[in-house]
């Protein structure tokens, strides 16, 4: 059984630009979460995706956007890239959506933002 | 606002000794309080989690200690190794589960041998 995987592992961008990140979710798992973590600070949740569909946000704008595909793997998407994106992006995935479902995160995606 | 505050930032420990970590939280809605451990390079793993209708949990060396009066709760490593050394976060989240999780800053702990 293989665990999450996200790639790539780093990537380098400049202000302005647009990016994607990708995740391979836990065989088995239909429900993947985006969160963001700034060096230093917690993870952030950005959004969720259970099924293909978009099952709750964080406080995050427009920009963040994502998709989920019907394999269970899923794409974060950034537009218009801020210095202050710069951080570690990590999924999360899980089996479903009740309380009993324990998360499983990917090492993450490090993006730099210059 | 940061709604979980997490304390200390760093913490050294002998190896052998016990390790606390601290969370308080604001938000009374909050009903489901895990644990994550993060290594170097790593994604965070689920270590341990409490529901608010216990005080206590323990699983292994772990523990985990709950105030609901206080808002408080926090984390025991007992008889800690060098094994133990990683970033330790406290989380908390609405309706009982591992969604839209809402995290401390975390806490850096160096286990010396």
């Known amino acids: 059984e293989t665990g999450v995987t996200q790639s790539p592992t780093h990537l380098i961008k400049t202000r302005g630009q647009q990016v994607t990140l990708r995740c391979s979710s836990q065989s088995g798992h239909n429900t993947v979460s985006w969160y963001q973590q700034a060096l230093g600070q917690g993870p952030q949740f950005i959004f969720q995706?259970?099924?293909?569909?978009?099952?709750g946000r964080g406080n995050f704008p427009p920009r963040f956007s994502g998709l989920q595909f019907p394999n269970y793997s899923s794409e974060l998407n950034v537009n218009a890239l801020e210095l202050d994106d710069s951080a570690l992006y990590l999924c999360?995935?899980?089996?479903?959506?009740?309380?009993?479902?324990?998360?499983?995160f990917g090492p993450g995606t490090r993006l730099t933002v210059l | 606002q940061q709604q979980v505050k997490q304390s200390p930032q760093s913490l050294i420990v002998q190896k052998g000794g016990i390790s606390i970590i601290n969370c308080a939280y604001e938000n009374t809605a909050f009903d489901y309080f895990p644990w994550y451990q993060q290594f170097p390079g790593k994604g965070p793993a689920l270590l341990i989690a409490?529901?608010?209708?216990?005080s206590e949990k323990k699983e292994g060396r772990f523990t985990i200690s709950f105030n609901k009066s206080a808002k408080q709760f926090s984390l025991h490593i007992m008889d800690s190794q060098p094994g133990d050394s990683a970033t330790y976060f406290c989380?908390?989240?609405?309706?009982?589960?591992?969604?839209?999780?809402?995290f401390g800053k975390g806490t850096l702990l160096t286990v010396n041998p």
């Open positions: 989380a908390a989240s609405i309706g009982g589960s591992n969604y839209k999780l809402t």
């Open positions: 999360a995935s899980s089996p479903g959506t009740s309380g009993t479902d324990t998360q499983y």
């Open positions: 995706y259970y099924r293909e569909e978009e099952n």
């Open positions: 409490i529901r608010p209708d216990v």
